[in-house]
Structure formats: C-alpha cells, structure tokens
C-alpha cells in the first residue's frame, strides 16, 4: 500500500485515518477561521490527523443562482491565512486548467471534483503540478473505472494520488455508498478516502439546490472506517441550516468530536493487527 505525505500528515498503510473537513464553501474569512481553529483544536485532543477543506468556488452548483464562493483570488488568501496560522494542510478543487498554477502555490492537495474525474487534460495538468492529488470518484463511475483516471495522473510521473469514495447515482436525485467500492479502491494500491457527507447529499432534491440526508453520516462512517479507509472527509459547518452552500448533508461543528471519537476507535481495531484491507 502507498502512503502520500502531506507535509506531517500521513494517509495510508496502517496509519490512523486522516479526516478532511470544513465547510462546503468559503463564506466568509472569520467563519472558515473559526471552523478551522475548532477543527484543530478537536483532532489535536484526539490524536487525528487533519486536512482542511473548503471550496473557494464550487463551480457545479445546481442552479446558476447558487452561492459558489468568494472566487480563487480570495479564496486562495483565505486558505493560505488557514494554512499559516493554524499550520495545516489545506485542499480545494480545481476545475479547469487556468486555475491550476495559482491554486498549487497555496494547496497542499490539489482536488478534483467528482463530476471532472474523467477530464483526461486537467487531470494531466494536475499531475504535472506534482502536488498530491485527491481523485473523486464521478457518481457515475464503477468504482473498477476509476483505474483509468489514476492512469491518467500516473502518466505525468505523479504517484500522490488519493482516491475518494462519495457515492454512486441511484435513480432521480438519490446517492447510494456501496461498501464495497472503498475496498475495491484500496486495490489500486493508492490511499482510499470515504466523503460521508456527499454520500448523503441528495443531488437537485430541493429544486433549484441540492438537499441531503445528514442523519446517516454518523452511519455511514462508522461502517466506512470497518473496511480499512485512510482518510474520512466531512463537510462540517457552525450552522448547517445557514449554511450557503450544502447545508442539508453537512455536520453539525459540536457534534464532530463525539462521532470522531467513535470512528477512530473503529479504526483503531480494525488496524491494530496489521493486516490492512487484505484481513476483509
């Protein structure tokens, strides 16, 4: 199993799951500050790992009247005060390839979303950067296929590839997680992560917007981590219900340390004989 460093964090081998978390998008300077200063403070007292994330632009939203965000320039300044104050890594998407080169000077990990998992030239440009590379898995894709995306990167010469989990369209509006997908990744060689929160996202359910189902996050994680994953990714908010941007499948920010506590124990039994995903 590969393990990609990202400065003192870790995913992969038998490494203590890393949790990616922060709100969907940047709302506003102190709010992404205070969620981040919270994080840290929740996983420094638990001994995890963190990444933090937030979206400078969510270019895919459902209606052309949904919030995206501050814009890259803003964005990336928040996310670079982020990463020098509270000393952590930071990742964000990346849509196109003009965004490419200014996002790399400031992310740790450089993402791509879900529904660009197959566009062949900007996960080539990407790869180039040489940046770890957080993989999404389209909710369209066999999770067998996303080989072909790894490939993709690979071809550049980059090997810090991250694949993510975050559910597979299951008719009109509805996401389903089959369980077996995080195994299937890990099979690539690469560190799997599990986006719980997308997992339950509802996509177009509200109309104009997308709705969710956070109620099974707590569910679907812990189940997540029983199958060996090596990162776990939350979209965390101090107000879901104001939130701006996927407010119905974001977590609550006081209920992070009880469900994080629960899932790194789970983690922990399933990694303490050294086998990783092979004992399933």
Known sequence: MKQVTVGSVTFGGQQPLVLIAGPCAIENEDL???IAERL????????????????YDKANRTSVTSFRGPGMDEGLRILERVRNEFALPVISDVHDISQIAAAAEVLDILQIPAFLSRQTDLLVAVGKTGKPVN??????????DVVHGVKKIESTGNHRILLTERGASFGYNNLVTDMRSLVILRETGYPVVFDATHSVQLPGGAGGASSGQRQYVAALSRAAAATGIDGLFWEVHENPDQALCDGPNSLPLDQVKRMLRQVLAIDAIFKQDGTGAESC
């Open 40 to 55: 840290k403070t929740i996983t420094a007292e638990l001994g995890c790992q963190l990444v933090f994330k937030a979206s």
């Open 135 to 144: 993989l999404k898995k389209g909710q369209f894709l066999a999770p067998w």
């Open 32 to 34: 992404t500050l205070r």
